[in-house]
């Protein structure tokens, strides 16, 4: 399963290659459950791409590679 790192935080991805992808937007997503009350429960919070968690990846993935070379400048590593 890879990550994205920035410092300390790991974002969960679904491919390496997800570094040079413009489509990527690391975020918090919050995971939501459903009590017998009806309320709303906050569940727990994943550090992963948010257009992975409410859109999906899309179908054509192409990797930008000056947009994987001005992320590693920020910082940012792959790890597994």
């Known amino acids: 399963m890879p990550y994205l790192k920035l410092g300390k935080k790991k ?5 390496s290659t997800c570094l040079g992808m413009p489509c990527f937007q690391p975020g918090a997503y919050q995971h939501r459950g459903t009590t017998n009350s009806g309320s709303r429960n906050t569940g727990s919070y ?20 000056e947009i994987a070379k001005s992320r590693k400048k920020e910082g940012w590593k792959v790890t597994y």
Do not use: T
Not at 11 to 15: A, E, G, L, M
Not at 46 to 65: I, Q
């Open 11 to 15: 974002y969960w991805v679904s491919s």
């Open 46 to 65: 994943s550090l992963m791409c948010m257009e992975n968690a409410y859109r999906g990846c899309p179908l054509s993935r192409k990797e930008d590679k």
